[in-house]
């Protein structure tokens, strides 16, 4: 049985602040499991269903019952296993030549960004470079709303001004409402792709960076598109 | 001052039995608020902030404080109005001649299904066609996220397999995981597009209505991607 403090750490590692301080954060349900296993990240401990444990043939997980799931699950509907992982950080820096890089100014909705992974693994986009004031990547909802994508695309924190600053020779392209159609610009062999914020777009004073504005034509009334989705038909056309 | 009773039945319709009994749903912030005045649908009542009514010069709306708009909010940060709107059933059956109508079976999300809809009032695509398990529109969280395109786009429950046996002259394109290349298609003038659900996909038994299946050709490592994202992708390259 868990402790009523062990309970509560593992419930704590919802609060960035404890992902901060520890180092740790949460992953849950059986598809992020086995990504998680087959992946470098390592992994502190494992709580499941005495179901799942014997289906995986795991002897260091700790079992538990349904009740003590549904206390340690940030999940509506808890999903047999629980993990608490080390955070891994990138030690070497983004190799930019000859590849499409996707560059996020401070996307806030979780969900956006975790899917916004997603779609770079999907589409082969190896990097992600974000603001700093993007939404941190160990945000549960961002790490469960990746399906497990984040352990294979690499993803940076940076200052962008300083970023584009100190790599000029590669070529920006933002997504905004106002530029050239999608549809006359040709694929892209070395790209940075720059996708603003959901409600403010991309920051003004990184605009000076982009050497061409790229927008989705609009045929209904729609006033804009979901920053996922957008960054979803962006890759497709131009990966 | 709202009184307790009031208070308790506008956050009764986040229930879908009380929107179904009623026929009433809830909308808000200024955004929807201005898209729904322009829209035929009827506002039953409006409760907003003062600066709000200000603005909006609306005579006939009750005012609220801080307080009494965070007890009747469904959002996790209240946004100035709340709405209650009346449902509104189509009245004439679906065109589907010379048109791409996009069919959904089974979507579950509220938020994938409020994306869909704003992907189609983007690109132009004027009716959707839902499975009955497909999520109800009123749901709070497919109002929301559809940032008042679900006022533009006409979407019909409907028995799926009834629905594309009366409508054999309309070509069936269906997403799936192993089809023709997206990229390989060509653009649609007459079609249905059907979506299945975010984890079966689409049902067997619709299966043998699809002309052609079509892909998302992937390069990476991810298994799926987001059935919003999906249709979005989908939707740039074949409207």
Redesign the interface.
């Known amino acids: 049985m868990l402790s009523r403090n062990e309970v509560k750490y593992i419930q704590s590692l919802c609060h960035k602040k404890q992902r901060k301080e520890t180092g740790l954060f949460i992953a849950e349900g059986p598809k992020l499991a086995e990504e998680i296993s087959a992946s470098k990240y390592i992994i502190e401990k494992i709580y499941a269903l005495p179901e799942w444990i014997n289906k995986n043939n795991t002897v260091n997980a700790v079992a538990i019952n349904e009740k003590e799931l549904s206390q340690i699950s940030q999940l509506q509907t808890p999903n047999e296993v629980v993990l608490i992982v080390k955070q891994a950080e990138q030690t070497v820096e983004p190799v930019l030549k000859n590849k499409c890089t996707v560059v996020l100014d401070d996307i806030q909705d979780p969900?956006n960004f975790g899917?916004i992974i997603?779609?770079?693994?999907?589409?082969?986009?190896?990097q992600i470079i974000c603001s700093n004031n993007t939404v941190e990547l160990y945000n549960p909802k961002v790490i469960q709303?990746t399906?497990?994508?984040f352990t294979?695309v690499k993803i940076w924190y940076k200052n962008l001004v300083e970023f584009l600053k100190e790599n000029k020779t590669i070529p920006v392209f933002g997504a905004v409402l106002n530029g050239k159609s999608?549809y006359e610009q040709s694929k892209l062999k070395e790209a940075l792709l720059l996708i603003g914020n959901e409600g403010k777009g991309i920051n003004d004073e990184l605009l000076p960076f982009i050497q061409e504005k790229i927008t989705?034509p609009?045929?209904?009334?729609?006033?804009?598109?979901?920053a996922?989705?957008?960054t979803?038909?962006l890759l497709?056309?131009l990966?």
């Open positions: 969900g899917t997603r779609l770079c693994d999907w589409f082969g986009v190896e709303s399906m497990g994508s294979r999608l989705i609009k045929k209904g009334g729609a006033e804009s598109l979901n996922a989705v957008a979803g038909i497709s056309h990966t």
